[in-house]
């Protein structure tokens, strides 16, 4: 979105949450258990509403958990969609298509925290982060969302600038639910274990969620794993295991090994990647309306933080690393500069809001999850080299 209204761009759907007496979050598997805790001081949580039979037969939750038909509406009810970016699209058009509007009946959780967080408190309250140490990968994924295969270098960064940035969010960002440190493949950056020792120490009451993720076949040394086993923080462990059989071995022992120092970790296997395609798309001859509707219906919904600023699609910023774009300063936050007057300005930034409604990379991407998106294999392996540039 193109900010016209800087700092006063949610102001009308802040009263619309204030008008509501009750809410439905909908979705009741992890991320609206977590939305549960966090919320559940703050507002009148009624129930889940879930599209899954066996969730709504649970005793594991102390709300009822209903299906979208037995929904009693009412306009003082509002409804918080709570599961991540993959599913929301299609629960969108659910209610939608049942009648009901966007930041009038329901609201996205993203969103909802954010702003909810930002006008009652003046307290900035982050969705996620992306946040990478190095590029640095064993592997060489053809759709490497870091773009690594079109890159010609690695990038590692500076210990201390990266311990700079990390205290540079939390000056001003007061909570954030997932703190993510990515890649390339995390468990190659040497300093890994320091990494989140440092996060989880300093500021581990103030993310509800830190995890990293690995691609499955690195095995980490025990020296890493034995620090990572006191640091409260849950590994994504991607399985590529049909893509690269030859890591086969690797991804039993790093279970095995994750097992044994009880470090919590969760396995995740996809049928699918996402090619955003910079090499072969090209918008550049769109108008910047056109440009804006890209950015708007993408469903992107990461920022990345570096070098003391948060770039507006991870992607965009992920793709100038990579040395296929070029980086605008009118898509970043500079926190450097960063008051807390502007607190309700980082939250607009961080959904969505720029000088520009749209980032450089949008003109040769094909967006996230947009209707004309490609899916790929996951995990295909580039053969040869490719080098071509944008
Ligand atoms: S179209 Fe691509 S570059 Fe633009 S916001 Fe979406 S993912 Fe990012």
Not at 4 to 23: A, L, M, P, Q, T
Not at 368 to 389: C, E, H, Y
Request: with cysteine; hydrophobic share 35%.
């Amino acid at each position: 979105m193109k900010w016209i209204n800087k700092g006063h761009e949610f102001d009308s759907i802040y009263e619309r949450i204030c008008e509501k007496e009750k809410y439905l979050l909908f979705g009741a598997g992890d991320l609206g258990i977590k939305s549960y805790h966090i919320l559940k001081e703050e507002i009148n949580i009624v129930g889940f509403i879930d599209n899954d039979e066996k969730k709504r037969c649970s005793l594991e939750y102390d709300k009822p958990v209903i299906s979208l038909a037995e929904v009693k509406w009412d306009e003082k009810l509002g409804i918080i969609i709570t599961p991540g970016q993959m599913q929301r699209r299609s629960i969108y058009k659910e209610l939608l298509s049942k009648g009901y509007h966007k930041n009038i009946d329901f609201f996205d959780l993203e969103e909802f925290l954010g702003i909810y967080f930002v006008y009652k408190y003046n307290k900035v309250y982050f969705y996620n982060i992306s946040f990478l140490p190095s590029t640095v990968c064993n592997l060489k994924c053809e759709a490497c969302l870091n773009f690594n295969a079109l890159a010609k270098h690695y990038y590692t960064r500076e210990w201390n600038n990266l311990i700079k940035d990390v205290d540079m969010f939390f000056s001003c960002v007061d909570n954030i639910l997932l703190f993510h440190v990515s890649g390339g493949e995390p468990l190659l950056y040497p300093r890994i274990a320091d990494l989140i020792d440092y996060i989880d120490k300093k500021y581990g009451n103030r993310i509800y969620q830190l995890r990293t993720v690995t691609n499955g076949t690195v095995i980490p040394s025990d020296h890493i794993l034995e620090k990572l086993s006191k640091c409260n923080v849950d590994i994504t462990v991607d399985d590529y295991r049909e893509a690269v059989p030859q890591y086969n071995d690797n991804f039993d022992v790093l279970i095995q090994k994750l097992e044994k120092y009880g470090i919590s970790y969760h396995t995740s296997k996809v049928d699918s990647w996402i090619d955003l395609a910079p090499l072969t798309t090209d918008y550049s001859n769109w108008t910047d309306v056109q440009l804006r509707e890209h950015f708007d219906n993408c469903c992107h919904s990461w920022q990345e933080l570096r070098d003391g600023k948060l770039f507006s699609c991870n992607y965009d910023s992920y793709a100038t690393v990579a040395g296929i774009n070029e980086e605008q300063d009118v898509e970043v936050f500079d926190l450097k500069t960063y008051t807390t007057e502007q607190s309700k300005a980082l939250i607009e930034f961080r959904l969505g809001y720029n000088e520009k409604g749209y980032t450089n990379l949008c003109k040769h991407c094909r967006g996230f999850l947009t209707d004309d998106n490609i899916s790929v294999p996951p995990a295909r392996q580039v053969i040869g080299t490719v080098l071509n540039k944008l």
